[in-house]
């Protein structure tokens, strides 16, 4: 057979490739315990794609984080010398140029719920297995199933895959090829920049080593204390799993997680801590699910009622909540940690974007590609659909303005958070910490801060912006599109009464 380059070779060597993506990892890798049942030697393969890595969504942060995961993955190989082959090309040519070298038989992946950009790629590497006559075998990665056409019994479903019994490699029977060294140098492409290559001390570090680190010290301590510091900016950076990326990037399956977690919640003493983790991890799958079936909310309002909605672009809003300079202490000590460390905890996520959207009265689409480049833990099924629920653009999920001066006060009552972020703020007291606008020229020269210079007045008046957003955005409400659109949502995406709740799952 000819391939899409209209050349053939009858002497090629048949083979079976292994492609990674957002799968990062060897324990419970369905795609390559699949694999290896073949009694085709095996190519181990991942790109860091060109395209993908300009894509507006991106940073250098995730990118690193896939290098280290892939590095970690590396170390494990060495001991059989083999490898997985990394390129720096787009699928596209990759998989051309093996083809022209080697006969595919099979390439083997998990499923990906990603951006438009991903999603297109996959379109066409479906296209070039169906006119090279190759078979690609892809397996469902999470509980997100697709070409799901209900959400009835989605729970049930989800559970049954949570309960299989892992797919765990043979690493006796690895049978991986290696290629040729002149072909794999002509076909790798430049070398990864620095930034990418060389780790930050500020980021989570990327591997299944570390995935199974972070999950065995939440699991066996740090869950004590889940459920109270859950919402708290300084004190959730412990007590929270810390998964997420981990997730994301598949450096752990989530069903290792959950029978690990399953298998401790039975002796630990914080039952409730668990059980509000496990539910959690329940949510994840629900919020790819719903991006799984309807993707076009990465551009477009999931309720079509909204587009009514005009919001004018206000370019100095966006650079002052962008740098953490709002004149809002919580809001910018937020967004200051996230820049640095890639991590916010959900309230403060859920907070960030109230602000932006209600009280400087911007539209999402602004922050959704910011937002995703700043998230170590970026995971497009999440993030389009929570960024909406939170922009109170659903139509179906209740409508919350957070209070900025409120959250601070409840949840990082003795400032620390806000004092480790904005440092000209320092030396005021927590009593006063959080409307600093309201000191006094004797205080302001006290605590060291003069507002207007050192720290900024804040951009919008707190109270007048709630109310105005909030009056537009329920008179909207009773739109008849909106409703009309929400009645199709809550049939398409919900089950069991779940549209109300605003889950905590970033964990």
């Known amino acids: 057979m000819a391939n899409m380059n209209g050349k053939e070779n009858p002497n090629r060597e048949k083979i079976n490739v292994v492609w990674f993506k957002r799968d990062l990892r060897f324990t419970d890798h369905e795609a390559l315990h699949s694999a290896q049942k073949s009694k085709l030697p095996l190519l181990l393969i991942y ?30 190989l060495k001991g059989i010398q083999s490898q997985i082959y990394i390129f720096h090309q787009e699928v596209e040519t990759v998989f051309k140029a093996l083809q022209n070298h080697y006969q595919i038989d099979t390439i083997f992946s998990h499923e990906e719920t990603g951006n438009k950009i991903t999603f297109d790629r996959d379109i066409w590497v479906q296209k070039f297995c169906d006119v090279e006559g190759i ?58 920049c620095n ?30 204390n889940y459920s109270k510091h859950i919402s708290k900016p300084a004190l959730s950076r412990k007590s929270c799993s810390r998964l997420s990326p981990y997730l994301a990037y598949g450096n752990i399956s989530m069903r290792m997680v959950y029978r690990y977690t399953r298998q401790h919640y039975k002796t630990s003493n914080h039952k409730r801590d668990l059980s509000n983790f496990i539910s959690r991890l329940h949510w994840h799958c629900h919020f790819i699910q719903k991006f799984e079936n309807e993707c076009r909310m990465e551009f477009e309002h999931v309720n079509k009622g909204y587009d009514a909605l005009i919001k004018p672009k206000n370019q ?28 916010i905890n959900f309230r403060m996520r859920a907070m960030v974007i109230s602000f932006f959207t209600f009280n400087l009265w911007q539209d999402w689409r602004e922050l959704r590609f910011f937002l995703a480049r700043q998230f170590l833990d970026y995971e497009p099924g999440i993030h389009y659909p929570q960024i909406q629920m939170q922009a109170g653009v659903t139509g179906v999920n209740t409508i919350r303005i957070y209070n900025p ?50 720290y900024p007045f804040p951009i919008v008046d707190m ?45």
């Open 405 to 454: 001066i409120k959250n601070a006060e409840e949840h990082d009552a003795d400032g620390a958070f806000v004092k480790q972020w904005l440092s000209e703020l320092k030396d005021i007291p927590a009593h006063l910490l959080y409307e600093p606008w309201k000191l006094s020229a004797m205080e302001q020269k006290l605590y060291h801060c003069k507002i207007g210079e050192d």
């Open 135 to 192: 078979i690609w075998k892809q397996y469902q990665q999470f509980g997100v199933i697709r070409g799901l056409k209900s959400r009835k019994n989605w729970e049930q479903k989800w559970e049954e895959k949570m309960c299989e019994f892992p797919k765990l490699v043979d690493e006796k029977k690895w049978n991986i090829i290696k290629l040729e060294d002149d072909f794999y140098e002509s076909l790798k492409g430049e070398k990864l």
């Open 47 to 76: 790109c860091f794609e060109p395209s993908v890595m300009a894509y507006p969504d991106s940073d250098v942060r995730h990118w690193r984080f896939a290098y280290q995961s892939l590095m970690d993955m590396q170390s494990k």
């Open 463 to 507: 109270e007048e912006s709630r109310k105005y957003a909030s009056d537009l955005i329920w008179a909207l409400r009773k739109d008849g599109t909106v409703k009309k659109e929400g009645k199709r949502i809550l049939k398409k995406h919900v089950n069991l009464g779940d549209a109300s709740q605003s889950n905590e799952i970033r964990s």
């Open 316 to 343: 100095q809003y966006i650079r002052a909540w962008e740098q953490g300079k709002t004149g809002v202490p919580l809001v910018d000590a937020c967004m200051r940690c996230l820049v640095a460390t890639g991590y």
């Open 195 to 224: 930034e990418i290559i060389h780790p930050d001390k500020n980021f989570q570090p990327g591997g299944e080593t570390s995935a199974w680190r972070y999950l065995e010290s939440f699991v066996k301590e740090r869950h004590q």
